[in-house]
Nanobody, 124 residues
Framework: QVQLLESGGGLVQAGGSLRLSCAASGRTFSAYRMAWFRQAPGKEREFVAVIFGTGGRTYYADSVKGRFTISRDNAKNTVYLQMNSLEREDTAGYYC?????????????????WGQGTQVTVSS
């Protein structure tokens, strides 16, 4: 069982930056593929970024590539999402997810555990 707790959301002006954190419980954090998804009101949950436990390989949605950076600290059981050059379209609830099962990393149903989410609001 893994519990995830996100933090770091808030209100920021367009062009600004935020760093989200996701702290995980459990002793096998490094074995999990960790991802961030987001969901805006009235829209489906969408993939943002993923980082693999082994080797730290990363992959991003086209909409955030070059602006967001996902990283992890296995010693602290924490994954981060550094968000720069934020746009109004980035406004959403951001959710951390952990998965070990086989599946496409960009699909929400490939993840076994989810956090409660943290709200990011970007104003113009």
């Amino acid at each position: 069982q893994v519990q995830l707790l996100e933090s770091g959301g808030g209100l920021v002006q367009a062009g600004g930056s935020l760093r989200l954190s996701c702290a995980a419980s459990g002793r096998t954090f490094s074995a999990y593929r960790m991802a961030w998804f987001r969901q805006a009101p009235g829209k489906e949950r969408e993939f943002v970024a993923v980082i693999f436990g082994t080797g730290g390989r990363t992959y991003y949605a086209d909409s955030v590539k070059g602006r967001f950076t996902i990283s992890r600290d296995n010693a602290k059981n924490t994954v981060y999402l550094q968000m720069n050059s934020l746009e109004r379209e980035d406004t959403a609830g951001y959710y951390c997810a952990a998965g070990r099962s086989v599946g496409l990393p960009i699909k929400a149903d490939s993840y076994d555990y989810w956090g409660q989410g943290t709200q990011v609001t970007v104003s113009s």
